[in-house]
């Protein structure tokens, strides 16, 4: 039921039902996460032909466990960006669409970090070897993750509270 003011329960601005709310959420992140699967993927195809390349035997051994890790991260990364499809295909029309949203939102969160640990493995490991400079490739893959940090985690947070801020001080008035 809408409150006075318009808004409903869960202060979204929206009068819909809790269905209407899952099923706007559940569209919202599948076009959210589309760019992330995609963008997991291709990286992951890119990582899995590296091995096969001539110059891998020659690689030194922290950086072939390196590329280990970063497969490992880029397979996480996929799979969990890709399992909110699974998940809708066995829960589908079971009434479950609230939950459904609840997991799939959790799963592209666990996506977002483990493609951001990947793309930050995959830079060092390039960077080490393109430059042969292992700090100056620690140095640039540590600010990349620290950009991906800020731009995905902080500045959401941030963004999040100044509005709660807001919110509070126009419902004091």
Not at 28 to 33: A, N
Request: glycine letters at 6%.
């Amino acid at each position: 039921m809408a409150q006075a003011s318009g808004e409903d329960a869960a202060g979204t601005g929206r009068q819909e039902t809790p269905q209407e709310r899952a099923d706007r959420l559940w569209s919202e992140m599948l076009q959210e996460v589309r760019v992330c699967q995609t963008g997991a993927q291709i990286l992951f195809g890119f990582l899995l032909s590296v091995a096969f390349t001539p110059r891998f035997a020659s690689l030194p051994d922290f950086d072939k466990n390196l590329y280990d890790a970063t497969v490992v991260l880029g397979a996480i990364a996929t799979g969990a960006l890709v399992a909110p499809v699974a998940f809708h295909r066995f829960l589908a029309g079971h009434g479950m669409k609230p939950e459904l949203v609840h997991i799939a939102g959790r799963l592209i969160a666990t996506g977002l970090v483990t493609l951001a640990l990947t793309i930050a493995a995959a830079l060092l490991l390039l960077l080490r070897t393109a430059t042969g400079n292992a700090t100056v490739a620690w140095l640039l893959s540590a600010a990349v993750l620290l950009w991906f940090t800020t731009a995905w985690l902080v500045l959401p947070q941030v963004v999040l509270r100044r509005t709660a801020a807001r919110q509070r001080q126009e419902t004091e008035r």
